[in-house]
C-alpha cells in the first residue's frame, strides 16, 4: 500500500517522463483539441472510403452511356491538382505565420490559399457544367453517379473550407492571435491539409486510373 | 493559465504532440520549418508529375499501370501526413499514428472488401439478359 502510495506520488512529481502513461495531468488544450479534430478527419476520410468503394464496383456500369477514358480531360485534373497543392502549402505558410504572430502574412497566405482553393473550386465546376451539357449527368449511369458523388463531396468539403477560410482571416483580423482562436485554425490547417491528401486518391484512382482502362 | 498557454505553444518535451504541431526541436528556427514546407511541396509535385506521366508512357508494362498509379498515390499521402500535417514516428506522436493505423485499417477494409465482395457476386450472377430471358 505504501509502495504503491509512493510510486504513485513518484510518477506524479516525474512530470517530463510522463508521455502516454496518463500521469502527467491533464494534457494541454492544444493536444486535446488537435487529437480530437484528428478523429474527426480519420472518420471523414472512412466516409471517403465508402464513396471510393462505391465508384471502384460501379466504374464500369456505364449503361451504354459514355466512359470515364471519353470523358475525362486530364489537363484540366491536372490543373486542379496544381491549385490544390499550391493552397495546402499556402496553408502551411499561413500556420508558420501565426506561430510568429505575423498579422500581414497571416491574411497574405490565407488569401492566396482561399484564391487558389476558388480556382479549385472553378476548375471543377466547369468540368461538371461540361459533364451536364454533354447529357453525362449523374442519372445517366451508375457510374456517373457515383462519380458526381465522390468527387462532387469532395466539393463540397472545399466549399466549406473555404467558408471556414474567410471566417479565420475575418477573426484573426478582430480578435488578434488569442488562443481560442489560434486552436481553431489548427483545425482549420489539418481539415485544409486532409482534403488534399483525399484529392491525390481521386486524381489517381479516379482520373487516372478512368483513362488507361 | 497564462503560463499553461505558454506551456503548450511550444513545448514538446515529454509531451504528446497535436497533429498539424511542428516538432522537435523548440529551437527550430523558421527557415527550417519553411524548408520542411517546401520540401515537402517538391516532392509532392515530383510525384505528382510521376502519375501524370506513368499514364501516357509506354515505358511501364500496361496492366502494370493501375498498382504503379497506387504506389505513387499512397507514396504521396505519407509525404502530405510527414511534411504538411506532421504526423511522424517520433514518442511524442503515437496517439495520432495509432488512431490514423486504425483509420487506414478501415479504409482498407471498406475499399478492398467492397471491391472483392462485388467482384464475386459479379461473377456467380446471372448475366442480366439471360435473367431477363428467363422472366418472360
Redesign the interface.
Known sequence: MTALALTAGAAGTDHAGATGHGAGGPAPKRIIVGYGFWIFLLSDVIMFSAFFATYAVLASNTAGGPSARQLFDLRNTALETACLLASSFTCGMASLAVGQRSMRWTQLTLLVTGLLGAGFLALEFREFAGLLARGAGPSRSAFLSAFFTLVGCHGLHVTAGLLWLGTMMAQFLAKGFRQDIRLRFLCFSLFWHALDIIWVAIFSLVYLVGTIL | MST??E???GSN??????????GGDEDRS?SA??RG??L??VL??AL?IA??W??QTHLIY?PG??MA??A??VA??GI??VF??HITTG??N???VL??A??VL??GL??F???WV?AHLNHNMVPMDELMRMQR
Open positions: 499553461e498557454n506551456l503548450d505553444a518535451v515529454g509531451q504528446d504532440r497535436a497533429p498539424g504541431d511542428e523558421l520549418e519553411v514546407y517546401v515537402g511541396l509532392a509535385i505528382t502519375s501524370f506513368a499514364v500496361g499501370i493501375p498509379l497506387v505513387l498515390a504521396q499521402m502530405h501526413l504538411f500535417l514518442p511524442d503515437t496517439n495520432n488512431a490514423l486504425f483509420g478501415i479504409v471498406v475499399v472488401g467492397s471491391v462485388m
